[in-house]
């Protein structure tokens, strides 16, 4: 940014002259005679050619310097004191020099433009983080979120709170109640031209209610949108479950309840998140159920969400977790025209332990590393593939996953031996002597432990009156064994083992989305008791997973593997900010505009297709003094 920094520019002296001028040619001389004045420039005083006045020869020297007396007052505007008003030819002169000096002020800087400043009273002001901002703008206009609101009715303010919203859960995620004050450090009010001083809260929760009944209708379009941007396969539905827990009891809530936790909070009443992606990760449909349900009950519900929001493709493939293995399950699926792909639950896989003790048959799927981490170790996975009847069952063995199965084995070994001494102790206490309220204690013990229970000989003996617990050494081993293992299974008799394991290994998305959502977007724990708003709550955590997954896969596409969490971090640096130039003549200049942005900005912002310049500068004036 250039700024003119003068004392005195483009002022009249307090006179002017004559300049004469010979040029030979053809062996003529010819004169002509040059109105002159003296201006102050940066570098001292230069000699500035007014215009020229032809040959003056044949006038006497009295007449020149009237005419040029009656000139310049007539271009200082005393022309009535020196008769000049009345004069044509001092006017077709006049005429000349104002021309020539519009054409100078389209070249070159005007007056009007070159200011007097102080450099040490010059200062900025208002700085506010604009780099991750502006990113998640330009992918929210890019995935037209605007034009998806305003089709639903949603107003234009509200269109704009609702980007803040999201923007906010992407870059640095706070409670509503904590949201104003974040907006008021950000670059948002210069990036979305909203207003955002003096509002709480309650605005927010407003917002909060105008997006809920409009929420499957707004990822319905979203959907469609990606798949034409991205050129998104429709022919895989990832799906799993999930849960997020409360702070506080959420009386006002039916669907918080008390159930299995995956983020060890047992304590605190919880609702499930049902999530499908896509083979590339976007998501395809959420729903939000009661907190104490089943993850396999849950599955129809997502399926009609599916087939609600993009119609279900005939012949595609549903892939599903052991939690949803169950006949019920998949024959849901296929009445639906679907394929599916389950992992086995572990009693249905040791059935299989004489095929994963066989060696033969076994092929290693060829593995490539990261770009972003060459040097990376993948873990060595083996598969080979049955046919029985419709089904084709894949098995499975990963090297890094047998320290994985034989550290949660020890762990579970461990808090049932303690179990075990703790009922052995009731007993032997005289605590617990009814034989079949010892043979239901001993019953729930093996299914709390269904993976280790199965290698303990547990046997009471009502005579003696003792509880004796002892290692069936062959079953331990036989479990053991399985360690790495899984078992697939699917309806599927046109894949190969190796392209049913990398399918089935695209639902690692699934769990990466929802890290994702607990973690860089804070999407827990949940503050709010009203179920529209946690549904809301949770429905905007989605939309910045949206753009997560819409900037990491257009980066993806360029060769470029970094994360969106490294990316803020970086964009973090680039600014807006208000440059502040106090005058001489007691007036202030405010110039609002953003940082030059650094080369790592610049290669983000290549990257990504949008441009490096955030705002174009704005520029007011005030009376005062700065």
């Not at 008769?83 to 000349?96: F, L, N």
């Not at 590393?369 to 063995?397: A, E, I, M, W, Y």
């Not at 973690?519 to 709550?537: G, K, N, Q, Y």
């Amino acid at each position: 940014m250039n700024f003119y920094c003068i004392i005195e520019c483009y002022v009249i002296s307090s006179g002017m002259y004559l300049r004469q001028a010979k040029r030979q040619y053809k062996g003529k001389t010819y004169t002509n005679y040059v109105l002159v004045e003296s201006v102050r420039t940066p570098k001292g005083p230069r000699q500035k050619t007014v215009c020229s006045l032809g040959d003056l020869s044949p006038r006497p020297r009295e007449d020149w310097l009237k005419l040029v007396r009656k000139v310049e007052a007539a271009l200082s505007s005393q022309d009535e004191m020196f008769e000049a008003k009345d004069d044509p030819e001092v006017q077709e002169i006049v005429a000349k020099v104002e021309a020539k000096r519009g054409q100078d002020s389209a070249a070159a800087p005007s007056a009007s433009n070159l200011i007097s400043v102080d450099p040490a009273e010059v200062k900025t002001e208002r700085h506010r983080a604009a780099g991750a901002v502006h990113v998640g703008h330009q992918f929210w206009q890019r995935l037209g979120l605007d034009q998806i609101l305003a089709d639903l009715g949603l107003d234009q303010r509200s269109q704009k709170l609702s980007c803040a919203m999201a923007l906010n859960r992407l870059i640095a995620p706070a409670s509503e109640h904590a949201m104003p004050a974040w907006f008021r450090t950000t670059a948002l009010e210069d990036i979305l031209g909203l207003d955002l001083e003096d509002h709480g809260e309650d605005w927010l929760y407003r917002q909060m209610d105008k997006l809920e009944p409009h929420r499957h209708k707004i990822e319905q379009a979203l959907v469609a949108r990606e798949r034409s941007l991205f050129n998104l396969d429709p022919k895989v539905y990832l799906y799993d479950v999930t849960s997020t827990y409360f702070e506080g009891q959420a009386l006002a809530n039916p669907k918080a309840k008390l159930g299995y936790s995956r983020d060890k909070r047992s304590d605190c009443k919880q609702v499930l998140i049902g999530l499908a992606l896509g083979r590339e990760g976007f998501p395809l449909g959420h729903e939000i159920f009661a907190g104490n349900r089943q993850d396999r009950s849950t599955l129809d519900e997502m399926l009609n969400r599916l087939q609600a929001n993009l119609g279900l493709k005939k012949g595609a493939t549903v892939v599903v977790d052991r939690g949803m293995a169950y006949e019920q399950n998949l024959e849901e699926i296929t009445s639906r025209g679907l394929h599916y792909l389950v992992a086995m639950r572990q009693s249905e896989r040791d059935a299989w332990l004489n095929d994963f003790a066989d060696d033969t048959d076994f092929a290693e799927v060829h593995r490539t590393n990261s770009p972003l981490n060459p040097g990376q170790r993948k873990s060595v996975v083996k598969v080979k593939s049955q046919r029985q009847g419709d089904h084709t069952f894949v098995l499975c063995h990963s090297s890094g996953r047998v320290e994985k199965d034989r550290a949660i084995r020890t762990q579970q070994e461990a808090r049932l031996k303690a179990d075990l001494e703790r009922l052995k102790a009731r007993i032997d206490k005289g605590k617990l002597v009814k034989p079949v309220k010892i043979g239901e204690a001993i019953g729930r013990l093996r299914e709390r432990y269904p993976r280790v229970a199965p290698g303990w000989q547990i046997d009471y003996d009502a005579d003696s009156k003792t509880l004796s617990i002892e290692l069936d050494q062959p079953r331990y081993d036989r479990i053991a064994a399985l360690d790495g293992c899984y078992l697939l299974k699917t309806d599927r008799s046109d894949l190969s083992a190796d392209e049913i394991w990398r399918c089935y290994s695209l639902l690692t998305q699934v769990e990466s989305a929802f890290r994702c959502l607990k973690s860089p977007l804070a999407e827990r724990p949940i503050f709010h008791h009203l179920e529209r708003r946690v549904d809301t709550h949770i429905f905007l955590a989605l939309l910045a997973y949206h753009l997560v997954t819409a900037i990491e896969t257009t980066l993806r596409r360029k060769g470029c593997h970094h994360s969106w969490a490294s990316l803020r971090q970086t964009l973090s640096s680039h600014q807006i900010a208000t440059i502040v130039l106090p005058t001489t003549q007691k007036a202030t200049l405010r110039i609002r505009r953003c940082s030059t942005a650094e080369p790592e900005h610049r290669q983000i912002y290549r990257l990504l297709d949008i441009p490096h310049q955030i705002i174009a500068p704005v520029k007011t004036w005030s009376d005062n003094p700065a």
